[in-house]
């Protein structure tokens, strides 16, 4: 039997166990010989993604070995200033560690796809951080509300948008599951399986997920909605602090039955936390 099917046996056990005796259900589970790192939103501070790296792997060196898997939330664009040098340091990761890395897709990232292929697309992009991205690629933002400057500035990002940056974003998986977890950017939509979410949700859905209070049939690992510090309910654990705006990268740690967060801090290249918060719904 493989590790993970006598994971969920013994999952299965113990939950009968515990209904039978009354007593409070066990928490969730990484399966044995397993660490996963779960990276909230970067949005352009490849300072805060090298530190938070760094960190990453200092506690991998002096924990116990295991296989360790580095699963990203989302949203690595946008807002702050160094859009193109995280993409750049996300698309070498392969070749520099030895952890499985897994890319999820946010709406920010999204964005990008959905302007490339349709100018027109900018008019919705703007409001929520594209001419912080356009300008790490070089691109001069759209200067007029019209058609014809959003293609300009299309037609020239499409010129200096690398291939492989192209490719990165293109194949960004909506979700991710690891044993008790399913990672995924916004959310979940409360009512529907895990396996039916419609993509839309995955990467935007914000009210009727934070303000569900039930349990879901795994553990909701997310990112999309900032908080000064990690968020952790009975149901999920949001680990987006805001990076672009407070300085701060957060990734949870999951081994076994714990949960606990690495974190870094870098205040020096930020705006106002509040111009931050202000596009909180974006």
Same mark, same amino acid.
């Given at each position: 039997?493989?590790?993970? @099917?006598?994971?969920?046996?013994?999952?299965? /056990? !113990? +939950?009968?166990?515990?209904?039978? %005796?009354?007593?409070?259900?066990?928490?969730?589970?990484?399966?044995?010989?397993?660490?996963?790192?779960?990276?909230?939103?970067?949005?352009?501070?490849? @300072?805060?993604?090298?530190?938070?790296?760094?960190?990453?792997?200092?506690?991998?060196?002096?924990?116990?070995?295991?296989? +360790?898997?580095?699963?990203?939330?989302? *949203?690595?664009?946008?807002?702050?200033? /160094?859009?193109?040098? =995280?993409?750049?340091?996300?698309?070498?990761?392969?070749?520099?560690?030895?952890?499985?890395?897994?890319?999820?897709?946010?709406?920010?990232?999204?964005? =990008?796809?959905?302007?490339?292929? +349709?100018?027109?697309?900018?008019?919705?992009?703007?409001?929520?951080?594209?001419?912080?991205?356009?300008?790490?690629?070089? !691109?001069?933002?759209?200067?007029?509300?019209?058609?014809?400057?959003?293609?300009?500035?299309?037609?020239?990002?499409?010129?200096?948008?690398?291939?492989?940056?192209?490719?990165?974003?293109?194949?960004?998986?909506?979700?991710?599951?690891? @044993?008790?977890?399913?990672? !995924?950017?916004?959310?979940?939509?409360?009512?529907?399986?895990?396996?039916?979410?419609?993509?839309? *949700?995955?990467?935007?859905?914000?009210?009727?997920?934070?303000?569900?209070?039930?349990?879901?049939?795994?553990?909701? !690992?997310?990112?999309? %909605?900032?908080?000064?510090?990690?968020?952790?309910? /009975? +149901?999920?654990?949001?680990? @987006?602090?805001?990076?672009?705006? %407070?300085?701060?990268?957060?990734?949870?740690?999951?081994?076994?039955?714990?949960?606990?967060?690495? *974190?870094?801090?870098?205040? %020096?290249?930020?705006?106002? =936390?509040?111009?931050?918060?202000?596009? =909180?719904?974006?």
């Amino acid at each position: 039997m493989e590790a993970s @099917d006598k994971l969920a046996a013994r999952m299965v /056990a !113990v +939950n009968c166990l515990k209904r039978l %005796t009354g007593a409070k259900a066990p928490g969730p589970i990484i399966g044995p010989g397993k660490r996963v790192f779960a990276i909230g939103d970067i949005h352009g501070r490849r @300072d805060l993604l090298d530190a938070l790296l760094e960190r990453i792997s200092l506690h991998i060196e002096t924990a116990p070995l295991a296989d +360790n898997i580095v699963v990203f939330l989302g *949203d690595y664009i946008d807002r702050g200033p /160094a859009s193109r040098a =995280v993409i750049e340091r996300l698309c070498g990761l392969k070749q520099e560690s030895d952890c499985q890395a897994v890319f999820l897709r946010g709406n920010h990232d999204q964005a =990008v796809l959905e302007f490339l292929n +349709n100018p027109s697309h900018y008019g919705a992009w703007r409001g929520y951080g594209a001419a912080e991205t356009l300008l790490s690629y070089g !691109v001069m933002p759209p200067r007029f509300e019209n058609e014809v400057d959003f293609a300009r500035a299309r037609d020239d990002f499409a010129h200096k948008f690398p291939r492989h940056h192209f490719e990165f974003l293109s194949c960004l998986k909506y979700f991710h599951v690891e @044993d008790d977890y399913y990672f !995924v950017h916004a959310g979940v939509r409360p009512g529907i399986a895990l396996p039916d979410q419609l993509p839309q *949700d995955l990467m935007w859905i914000r009210e009727s997920f934070l303000a569900h209070r039930g349990r879901f049939e795994k553990m909701i !690992v997310h990112g999309h %909605t900032p908080a000064p510090t990690p968020v952790t309910l /009975a +149901n999920r654990i949001c680990v @987006d602090t805001g990076a672009h705006a %407070t300085g701060r990268l957060t990734a949870l740690v999951l081994e076994g039955e714990s949960q606990s967060f690495l *974190d870094v801090r870098n205040e %020096t290249i930020r705006r106002e =936390v509040i111009q931050g918060f202000q596009a =909180v719904n974006s």
